[in-house]
């Protein structure tokens, strides 16, 4: 099982190292949200830079969209009849998803790196070992998150509309209600509600507090926990799905 993933792995990371840019590339959104939100937030009080509280939110987000999408690769090969060849070969179906997941993990840190490296200029101050460790948080995120978008597209797989639309439904309401761009503290009652049920509320409010140097206290607990399940779910998902492949 190890060999079989590490083999799927590096077959899905050779083409990120070839085309670096294709990293530069998915964070053209993101950063323009960074451009577009960050002037209009107001700074922290006591003179702190509002993009403290910002940035965070626009890492996650960077990941949410990249995993969120990594299933059209797949329905590309599906296409194409190379995942056939693919299934017809010796490796473990649950090889297939977690290798693919796992290699969602270095786009992740790349695109990190260069959020924190084009924010710090203008006054973002990250916390070393908070952004390590909030980067392993995020990565187990972004496994879990890249395994339910390779089981959206095998379910799609005659349909590529359907990925995107069922992508796109989603992943808006996710963001916001995670309060990436807005604090939903003082929305409304049931706005709170659903954001307290969304996992990805407990990720952005740990990055937050590791960037920040709160490396030990709940509010970390509870996104390395929401982390871990959303990775949990989405292998067992993702598996079992392919194995039906």
């Not at 590096?10 to 002037?39: D, I, K, W």
């Not at 710090?120 to 978008?149: E, Q, T």
Request: charge should be neutral; charged fraction near 10%; include cysteine.
């Amino acid at each position: 099982m190890v060999m079989d993933t590490a083999v799927v792995f590096g077959r899905e990371l050779r083409p990120v190292l070839r085309n670096p840019f294709s990293l530069v590339f998915t964070m053209v959104q993101p950063l323009f949200f960074l451009a577009l939100f960050g002037p209009l937030l107001p700074d922290v009080p006591g003179g702190g830079s509002a993009l403290q509280w910002f940035v965070p939110g626009i890492i996650v987000m960077s990941c949410l969209f990249a995993g969120s999408t990594t299933g059209s690769n797949l329905q590309f090969e599906m296409q194409t009849g190379s995942h056939e060849r693919t299934l017809v070969s010796p490796l473990r179906r649950s090889a297939l998803i977690v290798g693919r997941s796992l290699k969602e993990i270095v786009p992740i840190v790349g695109q990190a790196a260069l959020i924190v490296a084009a924010t710090v200029p203008f006054g973002f101050r990250p916390h070393l070992g908070g952004a390590v460790v909030g980067l392993l948080i995020l990565g187990v995120f972004g496994v879990g998150l890249g395994a339910f978008s390779y089981t959206l597209a095998l379910a799609s797989k005659d349909q590529e509309w359907m990925f995107w639309a069922i992508q796109q439904t989603l992943i808006f309401p996710l963001m916001l209600l995670a309060g990436m761009l807005l604090p939903v503290d003082d929305g409304p009652g049931w706005m709170q509600v659903l954001s307290k049920l969304n996992p990805l509320t407990y990720v952005v409010d740990a990055e937050r507090a590791l960037f920040g140097g709160e490396l030990a206290s709940a509010t970390v607990a509870q996104g390395a926990v929401a982390a871990l399940v959303v990775a949990g779910l989405g292998l067992l998902v993702g598996t079992r799905a392919m194995r039906r492949a």
